[in-house]
């Protein structure tokens, strides 16, 4: 089975710094991998996914994520972090072979954004 | 509005009593999901049916009953819950596997407390 893990509970970034959040995954194969984000009181946001080819995907609100097999990882970054990014961003994975729409979540990763 | 519709948005229930969380999309999708927020915790994956048959469930309580009558609803029924079942419960839509998969659609969730 699949498993994802999210290092970082808590991030702090100031506005305007640069920003990336790791996620780390466990799979057999190549695994559909997202990046979600939640703001408080919500539902999840779905922010970029990776299928297949191209390594660097990128998504809404000017985040991109890097999928490196090597390292079975699939980081979020962004280049200049806005006081609006502050949520919590989770990183998920699906298992292709199977059916691979069952996603499994990281624990999550809380971003606070200092002015 | 994104597309996939939680209602109520708040309940608080006895642990005696019975009550039903709602969600409908109305976005195409084939495929619908309950899955469970607790604090601290990964979102658990609690139900998933496809082409309106259930085709998992992750071992849980037979407190939740789910129920999918059509592509578009999906309904959690709850009954003799515990104080650990509250938690924000979130509703997602997708295409089913080799139909298009592009990942899930949240809805904005039940927040649930068992009083």
């Known amino acids: 089975a699949q498993s994802v893990t999210q290092p970082d509970i808590h991030i702090t970034v100031s506005e305007g710094a640069s920003l990336e959040l790791r996620c780390n995954y466990s799979?057999?194969?190549?695994?559909?991998l997202f990046w979600y984000v939640q703001s408080p009181g919500q539902g999840l946001q779905l922010l970029l996914k990776y299928f297949s080819g191209d390594t660097l995907v990128q998504g809404i609100k000017g985040f991109e994520a890097e999928f490196k097999r090597s390292q079975s990882s699939f980081n979020l970054r962004k280049p200049s972090v806005h006081w609006s990014d502050a949520a919590e961003y989770f990183c998920a994975v699906g298992a292709p072979e199977n059916a691979g729409n069952m996603l499994t979540f990281g624990g999550g990763t809380r971003l606070m954004v200092k002015p | 509005e994104t597309g996939v519709t939680q209602t109520p948005r708040h309940l608080v229930m006895g642990m005696t009593n019975k009550k039903s969380l709602k969600c409908e999309q109305h976005l195409g999708h084939n495929a619908m999901y309950w899955y469970k927020q607790s604090a601290k915790k990964p979102l658990e994956l609690m139900f998933v049916y496809s082409l309106e048959e259930r085709v998992e469930n992750n071992s849980v309580p037979s407190r939740f009953s789910p129920e999918c009558p059509n592509s578009s609803h999906l309904f959690l029924h709850l009954h003799t819950l515990q104080p650990e079942d509250s938690a924000l419960y979130l509703c997602?839509?997708?295409?089913?596997?080799?139909?298009?998969?592009?990942?899930?659609?949240f809805g904005s969730g039940t927040r649930l407390t068992v009083v």
């Open positions: 799979y057999g194969a190549t695994p559909y």
């Open positions: 997602a839509s997708s295409q089913p596997p080799g139909t298009g998969f592009n990942g899930y659609t």
